[in-house]
């Protein structure tokens, strides 16, 4: 069984998607997510003019010859355009070969280690009273456990606020809530840290008096602190007893971490914007962390995310995979399938696609009771319509940026 076909699909239904879509000689079809949040053509073009040419003839059963190959071959390795160029190919073969087994892909994982997967919203507001209503209103659609993100009194449109998430005067065109906008420059935001780390706290005091000790609660600090800023954010959250505060400090100097684990015993998840093992190694060895953030379609695939969380079993380390509206249904039915199969399952995160990528992207999975399972269709469970897929071409759009008050660039 050989590729015959690999093709290259971006659409914008609700957002930016780029979807390879790889055909054997025997006629089965399988999708991989290589998505990349704002700098979505740069994919396509290493796919295009690097790695569709060589997969044309490959054996589509040989899932880890191949990944290695593309991951070798290029001598440059690593970064997030080149692994999830390699993802999308890695999930793709193994949507092909689950298919021509006649299995569900987590069966080929090694079966299912759980009967569904806890996952978590994204609640958010710019008062406590929108925050609560929120809250409210996730709640409502079944999530048990759910982040929560708030506006700091004096900044204009910070991270994880949904209703900030328009373009002034282009409110129609949100992106499933998510901070990436259309446009020809990225958004500017404002920050100050000082403000945040005095507001956060009693934000999480009101929300536990509010919906008591027992629903977890999650928190994102998207980088902005130095780590004794975040060691300190750690330290005034242990009374609200979080599942996780994550991306506290920038984790590229992964030393750094040392010094908020020795402050808090809050758990910690990091890893959003890794791409491989290579990124984890010191943390996962030392314990600096709890939780493993990255997305399928940004380290490699299933076969790679997966060794990393393997290797992250032997320390306690759980998964907590990114899932956003940044990664399409392709993605998530990706996580979806390997957090039912791995031991070290921790939680998932999820946010729901629009009407127009539901529509684009058609999926077996269920959500029932706060918990998702990817379903029992042979594959990944995902189907790409591509004439819908053609209605919804590519739009420019940038994630936002941070100025702090007297006009430098700040980490978003």
């Given amino acids: 069984m ?90 793709a073969l193994w949507d092909i070969k689950a298919k021509a087994a006649g299995m569900p892909l987590y069966q080929l994982l090694g079966g299912a280690s759980r009967t569904g997967l806890l996952a978590y919203g994204h609640a958010s507001g710019k008062s406590t009273s929108e925050l609560f209503d929120s809250v409210r209103k996730h709640q409502a659609e079944g999530y048990k456990a759910i982040r929560i993100q708030t506006g700091v009194p004096g900044l204009k449109s910070i991270y994880g606020i949904a209703s900030n998430a328009t373009l002034e005067g282009n409110e129609g065109k949100r992106y499933d809530h998510e901070p990436a906008q259309r446009g020809a420059f990225p958004a500017e935001e404002d920050w100050d840290t000082r403000s945040y780390l005095r507001h956060v706290p009693t934000v999480f005091e009101a929300v536990r008096n509010e919906f008591g ?26 009374p609200y ?40 190694q010191q943390l996962i060895r030392e314990q600096l962390f709890d939780y493993v953030r990255s997305a399928v379609t940004h380290t490699g695939g299933i076969s790679a995310l997966k060794k990393i969380l393997e290797y992250a079993a032997q320390y306690q380390v759980k998964s907590g995979m990114h899932g956003p509206t940044d990664i399409s249904p392709v993605g998530m039915a990706a996580a979806m399938h390997l957090g039912l199969a791995i031991h070290n399952f921790g939680i998932q995160e999820y946010m729901q696609h629009g009407e127009k990528t539901n529509a684009v992207f058609s999926q077996s999975f269920t959500w029932n009771d706060g918990m998702l399972h990817p379903g029992n269709k042979p594959g990944l469970g995902v189907e790409l319509d591509v004439d819908e897929a053609g209605r919804y071409p590519y739009e420019t759009a940038y994630l936002p940026y941070n100025r702090l008050a007297d006009g430098t660039v700040h980490d978003w």
């Fill in 2 to 91: 050989r590729i015959d076909r690999a093709e290259v699909i971006v659409t914008s239904p609700d957002r930016n998607f780029v979807t390879l879509k790889l055909t054997t000689d025997d006629g089965l079809i399988g999708l991989g997510d290589a998505t990349l949040n704002g700098r979505e053509l740069a994919v396509v073009a290493y796919l295009h003019e690097h790695v569709v040419p060589l997969l044309i003839g490959i054996d589509a059963h040989k899932i880890e010859d191949t990944w290695q190959f593309l991951y070798r071959s290029a001598y440059w390795r690593r970064g997030p355009v080149t692994m999830a160029a390699i993802a999308a190919v890695d999930v």
């Fill in 213 to 238: 000790p027992e629903i977890p609660l999650l928190h994102d600090g998207h980088h902005r602190m130095t780590p004794i800023q975040a060691a300190k954010l750690g330290k005034s959250l242990e």
């Fill in 241 to 280: 007893d979080l599942f996780w505060l994550e991306d506290c400090t920038p984790a590229e100097n992964q030393e750094a971490l040392r010094l908020v684990r020795q402050h808090t015993t809050t758990p910690l998840a990091i890893g959003e914007v890794f791409n491989t093992v290579w990124d984890y």
